[in-house]
């Protein structure tokens, strides 16, 4: 199905953002691109091994963007990230943007800046690459038991993984109308949750000038329901039971609630 699109008449390229670790609908995309001649640069800072049709992210547009922070599915143990491409000219720009706009100590070829990657991160990032694909299996293993535990509790929209595609699950976010009062009732249980993302990107100060926050959008519909649910290498299949047995306990005491209300009330 063709995308319905406004494309503004300076646009030159689409970012592809692959969020929470799910690869976006490259095809689509794709052939927009080839159709008005664009680039696609593809966002992968939570998808790291997430695959579209048997193709890894990163690798499908011109140019691929991954963070290295610590918080992601291959995190170093600071600020880090990298850049891939197969377009010789485009990764010899990348090269002197992030090292001062040089191509050889001091012949500055254009203004640039020091992003370079340190040799400790690197280290550490070069022994963690070889656990990479255990850590996503793990969390492809865990979000499987979130899917099965959490389908039938009502008031829950799930994440649905589309189809020939491997999802990474960088994160595990679930919608709810509740989501204040089950978050409440988890971190009384001890069961840390989190926001992403709390506040969408239209009703930020910074794109006030775009007019946007009030637009009939689904980000704007959205951020008072997202949930992101405990997941990680670091986690058990227990500790997922444990949260699914506490959400589905939350949502029988909620509907109990609200039964004897309504008893009482008529």
Sequence with gaps: MMLR?????????????????????MGPLKDLAQ??????????????????????VGTIG???????YPGKNLGAYGDAGAIVTNDSSLAQRAK????????AKYDHIMEGRNSRLDGLQ???????????????EHRIQLSKAYLKGLKNIGDIVLPVINKDIR???????IRTKYREALRAHLTAKNIETGIHYPIA???????????????KMMANRLDNELLSLPIGEHLSREQVQEVISEIDQFFKLKSETIAIYN???N
């Design 5 to 25: 699109i406004k494309l503004p008449p300076r646009t030159t390229a689409i970012i592809a953002v692959h969020l929470y670790g799910q690869p976006c609908d």
């Design 35 to 56: 159709i008005h001649d664009l680039k696609i640069i593809e966002d992968c800072a939570q998808a790291h091994g997430a695959e579209y049709h048997g193709q890894r």
């Design 62 to 68: 011109e140019i691929g963007t991954f963070s290295f």
């Design 96 to 103: 002197m943007i992030a090292n001062h706009g040089r191509v």
């Design 122 to 136: 690197a280290a550490i990032l070069s022994v963690k690459l070889k656990h990479l694909d255990s850590w996503l």
């Design 167 to 173: 999802h990474v699950f960088h994160l595990f976010v």
């Design 201 to 215: 990107l239209p009703k930020l100060e910074a794109y006030h000038y775009m007019k946007q926050a009030d637009a």
């Design 263 to 265: 008893f009482h009330k």
